[in-house]
């Protein structure tokens, strides 16, 4: 069985620029030439990583699902 399948977005409406994502998730977040974090790829396994990054940011301005169903798995409160 294969590594399940996420997908993350970023509301850059909410995105404050702080970096903190994409240094949590170098492989699928980074800052863009707007100062707002973007994906990197359309769809990732580091589950992880993305789920680190969306719960550690301040402005909740992440969301990570699952690419096969659309759940949302972060972040979950
Ligand atoms: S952690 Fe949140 S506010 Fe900071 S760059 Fe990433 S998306 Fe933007």
């Avoid at 702080?18 to 580091?46: F, I, K």
């Avoid at 690419?67 to 972060?74: S, V, Y």
């Amino acid at each position: 069985m294969s590594a399940e399948e996420v997908v993350v977005s970023v509301d850059t409406a909410r995105c404050v620029g702080t970096g903190l994502c994409a240094a949590t998730a170098p492989a699928d977040l980074e800052l863009g030439p707007d100062g707002r974090a973007r994906p990197r790829r359309a769809r990732s396994t580091e589950v992880g990583e993305l789920t680190e990054a969306a719960e550690l940011c301040p402005m909740e301005a992440i969301a990570v699902h699952r690419a096969a169903t659309g759940e949302q798995i972060a972040p979950l409160w």
